[in-house]
């Protein structure tokens, strides 16, 4: 009797104590929950409590009162996703809620791929905190972006001397709170670096094992040894390394994933840590003037670009390079294959594709012709485009291999602006819907994972990605039966659907179809970070 009533004691103690809101043990409590934890294993039904930042408990059933119960109905509930590859400095300061990415579910974004990023990192980075932000961010060093402030956009070796001081500049950015050092051999000055170099920049981060993330040298007829060199880049310089936006690009080169994918087996094989990033679209984006004109137009700068084109020998030779592109790789063969989606010096072009404006020009889109509007666009000050060179069988076979996770190389854009790669709206919700319910290629467990636990350990993020107790409270909701992207090229600017609430350290901020006003993103910092 003694001991019941003890009991008795404990329980109504917690009972009285709970009806006040502001001594209630959670602050928010998510009932009816059909759990994707993130790891891969099936999902359970189950409530989450939070408190603060954290998810406190997870349980069968959680009782006990809080400041806010939401009854999920079964929906899902999941780590909020993970971007490892991000351009949001387009757009994040103008946007700070990046709606774009919280409707689909997305918590945490990087910045800094593709060889690009401010170097030094430590004011982007202060900057970054000191905004009221919905999501957290973290970023790389950008190599193309450090190469450039000790070399400039010049294609030459680095001396022993500019090597040092690359060095000293990586080990800086790392100081500063980078997750590792991305490299874009794809652009200039980044194309200019030999591997030697890279690896040495890398060795530098080896210590803390920074992701290496590549927008590889070429997508096309040069794939496979540019997977070899991003393999080697992880080998030689004892980093993580990972392919971004894997695709492949032309016609003529489609189906070598099988190739690339096997080379990737066989280097994790040997314990080399090689894994991939991909965005669900059989269209690229980048600007039309690194797309299209060979790179030793572009060395130098802008300015040096538009000078070569005036020289008459040099256009010819131009101009034969980008109906080439055009023909047999990022033009997908057809002018109407590229749209442009901003040129900042006529707004009116977003949208158009290289084909009609050519049209417009008085010309038939012949590739040749094509190429002449390309040189005009570069003139004029370049633009951004869209190209559509890939096919639906290399971007499967790509996303179902287990190294893969889902990446967005998307911006924040505003909405309404521009004509954008709809991966920046809809990218993960894409997956869910097209490659998870409608195609069955992946399940909906796998295809979390590929958002959440395994991007979080690709860069050492241990308290994130993963729905456990003491882990933050980053939590995405969503009705698998529903959700879906509604972003398309010819109309890119329309959020995804079937997501009632993202969680972000512990708070909503995004609540049935509207962004709240809490603004609790942070900056994360990488595992080199001074105090
Ligand atoms: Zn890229």
Redesign the pocket.
Known sequence: MAIVRAICFIACAVVATSTTAADAPYDLVLRNARIVDGTGSPWYRADIGVRGDTIARIAPAITDAATRVIDLGGHVAAPGFIDLHTHAIRGIFQVPTADNYVRQGVTTIMEG??GGSPVPLKPFLDKLAALQKSLNVGSFLGQGSVRAAVIGLIDRPATAGEIDRMRALVLQGMRDGAFGLST?LFYVPGIFTPLAEVVELQKVVAPWRGLHTS?MRNEAAGVLDSVKETIAIGEQGGVPTQV??HKIIGKSYWGRSVDTLKLIDEARARGVDATIDQYPYTASA?SVQAALLPPWALEGGHKQTVERLKDAALRAKIKTAIADSIRNERGGGDAHNVALSQCEWDRSLAGKTLAEVTRARGMEPTPDNAAETTMWIVEQGGCRGVFHAMNEQDLQRILVHPATMIAS?GEVPIFGQGAPHPRSYGTFVRVLAVYVREKKLLTLEDAVRKMSSYPAARIGLSDRGILRPGMKADITVFDPATVRDAATFEKPHQYAMGFPYVIVNGQIVYENGAMTAARPGRVLYGPAKSE
């Open positions: 791929p593709d874009g927008h971004s936006h980048t190389d």
